[in-house]
Antibody, heavy 117, light 107 residues
Framework: QVQLQQGGAGLLKPSETLSLTCAVY????????WSWVRQPPGKGLEWIGE???????NYNPSLKSRVTMSRDTSKNQFSLKLTSVTAADTALYYC???????????WGQGAPVTVSS | DIQMTQSPSSLSASVGDTVTITCRAS??????LVWFQQKPGKAPKSLIS???NLQDDVPSRFSGSGSGTHFTLTITSLQPEDFATYSC?????????FGQGTRLDIK
C-alpha cells in the first residue's frame, strides 16, 4: 500500500515561490501518474499537473507559466514549485498517485498553504 | 477546457434514503469519469472510475452510470458514514477538470 507524505511551507508572502514535496513510501515511480491538486477554501478541486507514467509532464494551462514539477527517484519523492504566488493560490494542496483510469488513487494528507502579506 | 457541472449543489436526505447526483460534461467524454467522496479534513477517496466501475473497497450501495455528457452517482440505503461531499472529474482531455461538488447532509 503506497503512502504519500507531504511536506513544505505553509505561509507565504505575495510574489514568493511555493515549494512542496511528496515522499512516496511503499512504491516506485514507474508505471504511475504523480499529480498535484489543490482546493481553495470553500471551493472545488483544481488539477495543477502531473508527471506521467513515461516521466513526462502535463500542466494545467492556467498555471503552466508558473509551475514546475520534478521527481527525485533516489529520494523517492516528487515536488511542486509555483512561482509568484498571490492570495488566489491560497489552498490545500494535495499530491496523489494513480494510473491513467484512476489518476488520484492514493492521496497525500494535504498541505495548507496561505498567501498573505 | 471541459466544464463539469454537478447538480444539485447540495441536498438533504435521511439514513436509508436513495439519492442521485448528476454530473454533466460540456462535451463528450465517453466514460472517462471518476466519482469521489470527500469528508471534512480528509483527503478525497475515489469511489468509481470509468463512470461505472466500483473500486474494490467501496460498498455496493454506490453505483455510477452514464456516458458521453451525462453521468449519475446513485447511493441506495444511505448510511451515516455516507454524508459527505461528492464530486466528479473527467480524464478524457487535458486539463483534468472537476465538478464543483455536491454536499450531502443529514435531514
Amino acid at each position: 500500500q503506497v503512502q504519500l507524505q507531504q511536506g513544505g511551507a505553509g505561509l507565504l508572502k505575495p510574489s514568493e515561490t511555493l515549494s512542496l514535496t511528496c515522499a512516496v513510501y511503499g512504491g516506485s515511480f514507474s508505471g504511475h501518474y504523480w499529480s498535484w491538486v489543490r482546493q481553495p477554501p470553500g471551493k472545488g478541486l483544481e488539477w495543477i499537473g502531473e508527471i506521467n507514467q513515461n516521466g513526462g509532464y502535463n500542466y494545467n494551462p492556467s498555471l503552466k507559466s508558473r509551475v514546475t514539477m520534478s521527481r527525485d527517484t533516489s529520494k523517492n519523492q516528487f515536488s511542486l514549485k509555483l512561482t509568484s504566488v498571490t492570495a488566489a493560490d491560497t489552498a490545500l494542496y494535495y499530491c496523489a498517485k494513480g494510473v491513467w483510469e484512476l489518476r488520484f488513487q492514493s492521496w497525500g494528507q494535504g498541505a495548507p498553504v496561505t498567501v498573505s502579506s | 477546457d471541459i466544464q463539469m457541472t454537478q447538480s444539485p449543489s447540495s441536498l438533504s436526505a435521511s439514513v436509508g434514503d436513495t439519492v442521485t447526483i448528476t454530473c454533466r460534461a460540456s462535451q463528450d467524454i465517453s466514460d472517462y469519469l471518476v466519482w469521489f467522496q470527500q469528508k471534512p479534513g480528509k483527503a478525497p477517496k475515489s469511489l468509481i472510475s470509468g463512470a461505472s466501475n466500483l473500486q474494490d473497497d467501496v460498498p455496493s450501495r454506490f453505483s455510477g452510470s452514464g456516458s458521453g455528457t451525462h453521468f449519475t452517482l446513485t447511493i441506495t440505503s444511505l448510511q451515516p458514514e455516507d454524508f459527505a461531499t461528492y464530486s466528479c472529474h473527467q480524464y478524457h482531455s487535458y486539463p483534468i477538470t472537476f465538478g464543483q461538488g455536491t454536499r450531502l447532509d443529514i435531514k
